[in-house]
């Protein structure tokens, strides 16, 4: 496994502001990925972090609203962009292990707050 | 469209017991199963897979039997301790679909009472 890290942990933003949260993995990963959980909700697949070329967004999810970096195979940010209280969920980063493409492990989430 | 459903939002246990956590799914492609464990305030932690290859994968107290058929799966622990108490996730996944592309239940939340 992959032992993965996300910052912020926790944040409550104000209406109408963006927030970018960091992933980072100890090792080169082949693919990552970045989950929401609304509240009672199942994970939600937002978008696949390619290296070095755009996100590829699942429906319903757009690169205005949710902009992706991953500029490193160890390293992903998401950006929530002008944010409303509809937004308030866990957002989680993953990674694929190596050869193991189908076994996700996942890191601690960061909870959003939007006021 | 909810293509992994787990119907039953909590499950309650004594301690030593078995707890037996079920998984239904709609997608005949899905030919990859896993479940997740999650504590509060952290992520989800793999537990345990199944390819469709096989109807059954044990590693230690964790049993996951899939029936194809039935489109169902479950999740048995044996004996259930205390700190089993967490939210249990169902995914699956198709290999010939974009690669680790997962679909999610929306977890059931195990508690093991002493």
């Known amino acids: 496994s992959a032992v993965i890290s996300q910052k912020p942990s926790r944040d409550i933003c104000q209406r109408g502001t963006s927030l970018t949260i960091q992933c980072q993995v100890d090792?080169?990963?082949?693919?990552m990925f970045w989950y929401r959980q609304q509240p009672g909700q199942s994970l939600t697949l937002i978008a696949t972090a390619n290296q070095g070329s755009e996100a590829t967004y699942e429906s319903g999810f757009v690169i205005d609203k949710f902009p992706i970096s991953r500029p490193n195979l160890t390293f992903s940010t998401l950006t929530v962009s002008n944010m409303s209280p509809e937004d308030s969920s866990i957002y989680l980063c993953?990674?694929?292990?190596?050869?193991?493409?189908?076994?996700?492990?996942f890191g601690p989430g960061t909870r959003l707050t939007v006021l | 469209d909810q293509q992994v459903k787990q119907n039953s939002p909590s499950l309650s246990v004594q301690e030593g017991r078995i707890s037996i956590l079920n998984c239904d799914y709609t997608n005949s492609m899905f030919d990859y199963f896993l479940w997740y464990k999650k504590y509060p305030a952290e992520g989800p932690t793999f537990l345990i897979s199944?390819?469709?290859?096989?109807d059954k994968n044990e590693d230690g107290r964790f049993t996951v039997f899939l029936n194809k058929s039935a489109k169902h799966l479950s999740l048995h622990i044996v004996p259930s301790q205390p700190g089993d108490s967490a939210v249990y996730f169902c995914?699956?996944?198709?290999?010939?679909?974009?690669?680790?592309?997962?679909?999610f239940g929306r977890g059931t939340q195990l508690t093991v009472w002493p």
């Open positions: 199944i390819s469709s290859i096989k």
């Open positions: 995914a699956a996944s198709s290999r010939g679909s974009t690669l680790g592309r997962l679909y």
């Open positions: 090792s080169q990963v082949t693919m």
């Open positions: 993953s990674v694929a292990g190596v050869g193991l493409v189908n076994e996700q492990f």
